[in-house]
């Protein structure tokens, strides 16, 4: 958060701050690479490097110069600002990118606090992070898992929760925040003859950098709080590296790690614990991505107990602002069948309806700063028995 004082006008250049979705590119980027080009308001623009051209407005604020017609019919220098040019007083025609007109002045994105009288008073311009992508999504979820023990009746129920994209200041890279609730066992459950419902909370932290071509990596960071059995939280850090080709398809690497461990009383013996923790993962992974805002992604593996791992995730719009989320993710025993096996495999299916703000469903492609991780859930992090060394 960045509280600043109005000060005089300010004459001469005014810097140009990197802010995605204004015409014109940010001055620096780390890895030096523009990721999406010609990214502007969630679309690629025609324009061309000095923000002109038939969708980007006139004027000679654009350095249009007489390529466009302003009241009179003749674009002359200086007629940029006139209302037929889409550029009328106190819409900010001649302010630096980021900035807009106020009362005559360019400002950038503000809250201003007091009465309007600047004679009497200053404004307090107070910055706040901007979500580039946001999602809220619902519906419902079953899974099974080597969490469950004697509970074991099968972990039907609903979930709710949301997604967002925001981007990291001075880059070209992004970071996201999510959360969702899953209500479970809605009726009890017939095997310890529990009479409640139980829920888990998922919150997932990522930092990424999205491609159009080439690179794209990231790291996430995931905190489930558990109430099967007590209330207990559980860590893992997710990562994935790819390449894309063209926008559309990508190969990758996915890994997972635990990052911490919790002891549960074993059902059958109260008088010993057995210790759980988040299972590591290790998958390759293809993702395709459609033109108008889907995706789609299969993955296979492993993990750390020499279990395999298959699954897939997939985003469709269905309209403008509606899209459907689906997917699933099994984890193969390395057990015999039976008793053994029943107790370790784990498995996990979602079905959501996205809504999202701004209308971005079938736009969302293009957009570098929408959130590279799904929310977590009992599919991306597995709880499973760890085993101790003896001493």
Not at 138 to 146: D, M
Not at 200 to 229: I, N
Not at 292 to 318: C, H, K, Q, T
Request: glycine residues 14%; contains cysteine.
């Amino acid at each position: 958060m960045t509280v600043a004082m109005q000060g005089p006008e300010v004459v001469g250049d005014v810097e140009d701050l990197p802010m995605p979705g204004n015409v014109g590119k940010p001055t620096a980027d780390p890895f030096g690479i523009d990721p999406f080009g010609d990214y502007i308001h969630g679309e690629y623009s025609e324009c061309g490097p000095d923000g002109c051209g038939s969708e980007c407005g006139c004027g000679d604020a654009c350095g249009c110069g007489d390529a466009c017609s302003c009241g009179d019919g003749v674009c002359e220098p200086g007629c940029g600002c006139e209302p037929s040019c889409g550029c009328g007083p106190g819409c900010g025609c001649g302010c630096a990118d980021g900035q807009y007109g106020c009362d005559g002045e360019c400002c950038n994105d503000c809250l201003s606090i007091g009465p309007g009288d600047p004679e009497s008073c200053h404004s307090v311009r107070i910055r706040v992070p901007k979500w580039q992508e946001l999602n809220i999504f619902a519906g419902v979820q079953g899974f099974k898992g080597p969490y469950d023990q004697e509970r074991d009746g099968g972990n039907f129920g609903f979930h709710e929760g949301f997604n967002s994209g925001f981007k990291i200041p001075y880059t070209f890279a992004g970071y996201q925040i999510g959360y969702q609730a899953a209500q479970s066992q809605l009726n009890g459950d017939e095997q310890t003859d529990e009479d409640d419902s139980h829920t888990q909370h998922f919150t997932t932290f990522g930092l990424f950098r999205r491609a159009k071509d080439g690179l794209q990596f990231g790291t996430a960071w995931d905190v489930l709080v558990d109430q099967r059995f007590h209330s207990k939280s559980f860590h893992q850090l997710r990562s994935e590296l790819s390449w894309l080709d063209c926008g559309t398809h990508e190969i990758g690497v996915s890994a997972t790690v635990g990052m911490n461990d919790n002891d549960l009383e074993d059902e059958e013996d109260d008088d010993e614990e057995i210790r759980f923790e988040a299972s590591d993962q290790y998958v390759l992974f293809y993702r395709v991505h459609g033109k108008r805002g889907g995706e789609g992604r299969f993955y296979g593996g492993w993990n750390d107990d020499s279990d395999g791992i298959l699954g897939a995730d997939m985003m469709l719009p269905v309209h403008d602002r509606w899209s459907v989320n689906t997917g699933f993710t099994y984890l193969i025993p390395d057990a015999k069948n039976g008793e053994d096996g029943a107790s370790e495999e784990a498995w996990n299916i979602h079905l959501s309806m996205v809504w999202h703000w701004g209308c971005t469903a079938r736009q969302s492609h293009s957009n570098p700063y929408r959130p590279l991780f799904n929310v977590a859930n009992n599919g991306y992090l597995i709880l499973d028995h760890h085993e101790e060394d003896d001493d």
